[in-house]
């Protein structure tokens, strides 16, 4: 797939089929994180958490479900991984930046190679001052959780999208 093709394809995917992803697959995607540009090179100020554990996804969800205020809220939309970028918190705001490009760069090979996916704030957002659960997400000391991105085969294949110019207003000054 062409990368103009994988932008255009790429879209947020809030329903999974209940199969994990290969670790071929997940492997691709890690890469492609570590490939995305990050501020000032400083690749140690981030850390990934690979999470596949159905019983630690669950209580991430259900904390998104509380902080949402519906139980039938799940954030999570039932998929099989979620990749926790987690970034130094003594500068949260270029931690976040970081964070950001990591996980469109995953998003984007994750539709190249077949794979649903969806940015996670909110979620995140939610437990971010849980100690029990950024425990057992391996958060390290003065890391903060930024962003996640699920994984999963899509439930329904994304359509090719017309790439346009008019959602973000643009002006020129030339
Ligand atoms: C910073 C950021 C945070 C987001 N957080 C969430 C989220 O918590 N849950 C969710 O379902 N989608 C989330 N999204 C996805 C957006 O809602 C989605 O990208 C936007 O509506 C455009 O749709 P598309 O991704 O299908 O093109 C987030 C996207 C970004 C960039």
Redesign the pocket.
Known sequence: MKTKEAVAR???C?AYKPYQISEKELNIVLQCGNAAPVGMGKFETLKFTVIQNRELLDKIDAEGSKFFGDPNVH?L?GAPTLILVSGKADDVELSMCNA?CV??NMAITATDIGLGS???????KAITYNKELCEAMKVPEGFVPC?GIILGYPVKEPEE?ELTMDKIQVEYVR
Not at 118 to 124: A, D, K, L, T, V
């Open positions: 790429r879209c947020s809030r954030p939309y950001s996980v469109e969806c940015y996670i704030r909110g979620n995140i962003a999208r």
